[in-house]
Structures are given as C-alpha cells and as structure tokens.
C-alpha cells in the first residue's frame, strides 16, 4: 500500500489554464503539506494545514489554492497557470509536529510542465 | 531566520570509496535535523533523522551525529555503491513547527 500518494504523476499544460493536483495519505496522519521543487532540485513548503486548517502559506500567489475536504486528503488547484510554475509539486504528511514524532513522508511528487 | 546549508555538488566517488556530505545549519529553536534521499525520478525517502544534541541517525550504511556545538550533521558512509547514486537532502524542524527547511541538495555520483 502506498502511503502518500499524488495524481497524477505528469501534467503537462498550457499557460492560462487551471489544474489540480490530488493528494491521499493512508497513514493516519493529522498533518499535510504541499512543497514544490524547482528545476535546480531546491525544495520549499508552500501550505501546510493540520486538521483540515491551513497553518502555513508561505507567500504562496493567490493562484494556488490548496483544499483539505478531510484529513486524508489534501488537494492543489493552480488557476491562470504560468510558466514559472512548471516544477515539481510534492505532497507530504505527518503526525502533528507537536508529537515527539516529527518525521514527514513524501508523495512521488506531480511533475508540472507548463508550455 | 532559520537555514539549511549543504556542501555543492555534484560529489563523484568511485565505488567502495568514503562518503562525507557536509551539512550546518542555523536555528532559532532546537531543531530536529533528517537527511531525505532522493533517487532518479522518485520523490524523497527518509534517510535517517536525529532529535537531539549529540545523537546519531543510521541507516543503510549510512551515519549522521547530531553537533550542537558545530551546529552540523554530515553525512558519511564508509563505502559506496553505485546504487547510492541520487540527491541528499539536508533539512530541519524547528520545535512544533509545521514545516523542514531543506538544504539544496548535494548530487551524489558514484561509478563503478
């Protein structure tokens, strides 16, 4: 069973469209985040929500709004795409950092290529 | 604010040769450190973590001790192998944070 899975795996798109990006975790976790890692490999958080609460939006545009319809699952919709947001898109999830448990599982991540 | 500093690669070793990635860190908190393997195509793996001064992450022949005093946690492994071959991603969290702050990655390169 996968932990935490994305869908889907590539998306390849054209400038000005929307697109989502669906995010499932299995593992029980309160916790879920989205990061995005760009083509020199550096990775960054973008959202983090806790009990279907947004708790971090790191200067993240207004395009990009994150959904959490339960703690299992939380979902990316990208709206007006640019080429800039071409990149890859992880998500992530773990127990509430409050816990002595802190580690973060990944997703495979979404490749995003925006022409 | 808080930062995550790795040594540049890409790091080309031949196989059964030492690995060291260098890794500091600044928190303003006592964070958590991880290293997170990223390997061809694939998202990113828990390596191993460590939660508190002077601890030591292992796993798959792979260490990492906990410095407070350097502020560090560098990677080794006593020998290599080809399928070692992918990215080392040095991080933090700081207490009860909700995020990791990564390093920007060291590419590791081992051939045969």
């Known amino acids: 069973d996968t932990a935490v899975s994305q869908t889907p795996k590539y998306l390849v798109t054209q400038m000005g469209n929307d697109k989502s990006i669906k995010c499932e975790q299995n593992?029980?976790?309160?916790?879920m985040y989205w990061y995005k890692q760009d083509s020199k490999k550096f990775l960054k958080i973008m959202f983090s929500y806790n009990n279907k609460e947004l708790i971090i939006n790191e200067t993240v545009p207004n395009r990009f709004s994150p959904k959490s319809p339960d703690k299992a699952h939380l979902n990316l919709h990208i709206n007006s795409l640019e080429l800039g947001d071409s990149a890859v898109y992880f998500c992530a999830s773990s127990q509430d950092p409050g816990m002595s448990e802190k580690t973060q599982y990944f997703g495979p991540g979404t490749r995003l290529l925006v022409l | 604010g808080d930062s995550v500093t790795q040594m540049e690669g890409p790091v080309t070793l031949s196989e059964e040769a030492f690995l060291t990635i260098n890794c500091t860190y600044t928190?303003?908190?006592?964070?958590?450190l991880f290293w997170y393997v990223q390997y061809p195509g694939e998202g990113l793996q828990l390596l191993l973590k460590a939660t508190k001064a002077d601890d030591k992450g292992s796993n798959k022949g792979f260490e990492a001790t906990y410095r407070k005093e350097t502020t560090s946690f560098h990677l080794e492994k006593g020998s290599v192998q080809v399928s070692d071959s992918a990215v080392y991603f040095c991080?933090?969290?700081?207490?009860?944070?909700?995020?990791?702050?990564f390093g920007s990655g060291t590419r590791l390169l081992v051939r045969p």
């Open positions: 991080a933090l969290m700081v207490d009860s944070s909700y995020k990791l702050i």
């Open positions: 593992l029980g976790h309160d916790t």
């Open positions: 928190a303003t908190g006592y964070p958590s």
